[in-house]
């Protein structure tokens, strides 16, 4: 059982900055890409960005410039740093891996909110 663990979310005052860190189970050489995902209340989950085994990177839109993901290989660990923060980043944030057998897996959820 691949699992997701993620921490690093809290309260932040617009404009602050936190850093979400998600470790996984499943060894290094299967994963083919991690990922962080935002749901915003009542709303579906979406794509904030995700970083593939060769370390390229995806972003939305909403988040260029501000967001910044990256990997520890050593570690099977993704971050997100997460700078200039605003009310509407407010929601749970998961993590997903996907496996290079084509399996996705996801974490608990962290939750972040931020003040305006």
């Known amino acids: 059982q691949v699992q997701l663990v993620e921490s690093g979310g809290g309260l932040v005052q617009a404009g602050g900055s936190l850093r979400l860190s998600c470790t996984t189970s499943a060894p290094r050489f299967s994963i083919n890409a991690m990922g962080w995902y935002h749901q915003a209340s009542g709303k579906q989950r979406e794509l904030v960005a995700s970083?593939?085994?060769?370390?390229?990177?995806i972003y939305a839109d909403s988040v260029k410039g501000r967001f910044t993901i990256s990997s520890e290989n050593a570690k099977s660990t993704v971050y997100l740093q997460m700078s200039s923060l605003k009310p509407e980043d407010t929601g749970v944030y998961y993590c997903?891996?996907?496996?290079?057998?084509?399996?996705?897996?996801w974490g608990q959820g962290t939750q972040v909110t931020v003040s305006s």
């Open positions: 970083i593939s085994r060769g370390g390229s990177t």
């Open positions: 997903s891996a996907r496996l290079m057998s084509g399996y996705d897996y």
